[in-house]
Structures are given as C-alpha cells and as structure tokens.
C-alpha cells in the first residue's frame, strides 16, 4: 500500500537541478544563476536561451527566478517556428513589446 501511495521516481522524470557548492541566490552571481534556471526550459526556449547567452532579447538582463522566460515570434507569425524567428524575452518584457505594436498603452 504504501508504494502504490509513494511510488518511486526515476532519475529522468526527478527533474530538480543540484546548487553547486557553496551558491546562493544571493550571492550576486546572475550569470550561474541565470543558466542554471534555464535548464528547467526544453526545447526551443532552451535553444534560444543558449544562443541568447542566457539574457532577455530584448532588455538584455539575465533571467532571474522571479520572472518567466517566454518566446516571442519576432514576424508575429506564431506558425512560423524556425529559430531565427524565436527570441526568448521576460514576461514583462514580451507585454511590452506587444503593447508597442498596437498602441494601447
């Protein structure tokens, strides 16, 4: 009974990402912190995390936990998903933008 309540999980589906060392959220180190979140992503967003070096495509700050990271279409066309068209963008940073293509405030 008490493994079918609790039952066992696989490395592959036990997805947390170990600190390394001494690290902490607090020490100032963006850079570590930043690639470090960006392996919870898979797919095209961690691609274009690589690519971006870990920074916001359009601000330029590194990704930090308190905000998530999100993908814009840089044509607008969201059929179009080729990486040249994918820019990985915070999400206060991906409002903005699209707030500047129509105009409302």
Not at 1 to 30: Q, T
Not at 75 to 81: A, C, F, K, L, Q
């Amino acid at each position: 009974l008490i493994k079918k309540a609790f039952p066992a999980v696989s490395y592959s589906e036990n997805r947390h990402i170990n600190v390394k060392g001494n690290k902490s959220p607090y020490d100032g180190d963006e850079v570590y912190w930043s690639k470090r979140n960006s392996k919870l992503y898979d797919g095209a967003t961690s691609k274009c995390l690589k690519r971006q070096d870990h920074s916001c495509g359009h601000c330029g700050l590194k990704f930090m936990d308190d905000e998530r990271v999100h993908l814009h279409h840089i044509d607008g066309e969201h059929s179009n998903w080729k990486p040249k068209n994918l820019m990985a963008v915070h999400h206060s940073c991906h409002q903005y933008i699209h707030m500047g293509k129509t105009g409302k405030v």
